[in-house]
């Protein structure tokens, strides 16, 4: 038997390791490169705005104002904006109040909207499909329209000025409500009926079976209402007056110099007010990203 010898060049490609690819991995070519400039440019338009945000809280009062504008500061960088608003303000009081409503009003409204999501994904009763109506129909509503109705109705309770003034009109948010309520659908209905046979009731089904395989959801709601309460301006800023009550961003546009716009002062609360939630990303942003993708908000 005869063996066919190879010439140098074959046995030298024989030789070499085969990477396998991956199902569905693409090679890298032109589209993923466009694709990645296209990225980059817009992580960099992004970044840009907070940038400018840092360098001008970093700059004395009189290179912020200075015209033209750079990035450079010719005095040099200083804390001198931060300094004036920690000693101007009372921060620790207003982050304390932001962080414990925030957090109540997570709660209350995981709570309540993850009990109203299953209801209209499990429950058959009268008037269910009309009253979901009313739910999706409030969403296009905006939040600004029901500002005076709502103080007028804090008003009569006489929860003006109070904790829970300032956060039970902040609960209500039929946006997550639909959101869960597509989850749920989504769960197998067989495993529920399973536990029915087991003789669960629906209240331990919904918490043994359909909270725990909701978890990522759960998450995200979460993180999007404590963000969203957070942030939230308009609402405390016009239930609450006690400077001692008020929240992070109320608190700190209280904290304004006599000598007209501060401009490095301004962009210091600003970042002030953004970097708990900064943080908040930093630690969660997987969660963030999956809530996202989860919620279709992804384009799935």
């Known amino acids: 038997m005869t063996t066919v010898e190879l010439p140098p060049e074959a046995r030298v490609a024989e030789s070499r390791p085969q990477v396998p690819h991956r199902p569905g991995e693409k090679r890298f070519g032109a589209g993923r490169v466009i694709a990645l400039i296209i990225l980059i440019v817009m992580a960099v338009s992004w970044l840009l705005p907070f940038a400018w945000a840092l360098v001008t809280s970093l700059k004395t009062e009189a290179d912020a104002g200075a015209t033209p504008v750079s990035w450079l500061a010719p005095h040099g960088y200083t804390l001198e904006a931060y300094a004036n608003v920690l000693a101007e303000g009372n921060i620790p009081i207003w982050a304390l109040n932001s962080l414990l409503s925030s957090t109540i009003i997570t709660i209350l409204t995981v709570a309540t909207c993850a009990l109203a999501a299953y209801a209209f994904s499990r429950l058959d009763f009268t008037g269910r499909r009309w009253l979901f109506f009313v739910v999706i129909a409030s969403i296009i509503i905006p939040p600004q329209v029901l500002i005076i109705p709502l103080f007028y109705e804090m008003l ?42 087991d003789g669960a009731n629906r209240l331990r089904i919904f918490w043994t079976i359909v909270l725990p395989l909701s978890r990522p959801i759960l998450s995200a709601v979460s ?12 609402w405390p800023f016009i239930i609450i007056n006690d400077t001692s009550l008020m929240t992070l961003p109320v608190g700190l546009q209280t904290v304004k ?23 908040i990303f930093l630690f969660f942003q997987r969660q963030i990203i999956k809530g996202i993708a989860t919620t279709g908000f992804g384009g799935q």
Not at 264 to 278: R, S, V
């Open 156 to 197: 009569a309770f006489n929860m003006v000025d109070t904790y829970w003034g300032l956060i039970l009109p902040q609960v209500v948010a039929p946006p997550m409500v639909f959101i869960l309520k597509k989850f749920f659908d989504q769960i197998p209905i067989e495993l529920e009926d399973a536990a029915r046979v």
């Open 223 to 234: 993180i999007f209402v404590f963000i969203g309460a957070w942030n939230n301006f308009l």
């Open 257 to 279: 110099s006599a000598y007209g716009v501060q401009y490095a002062q301004n962009m210091a609360m600003a970042l002030l007010a953004a970097a708990p939630l900064i943080i």
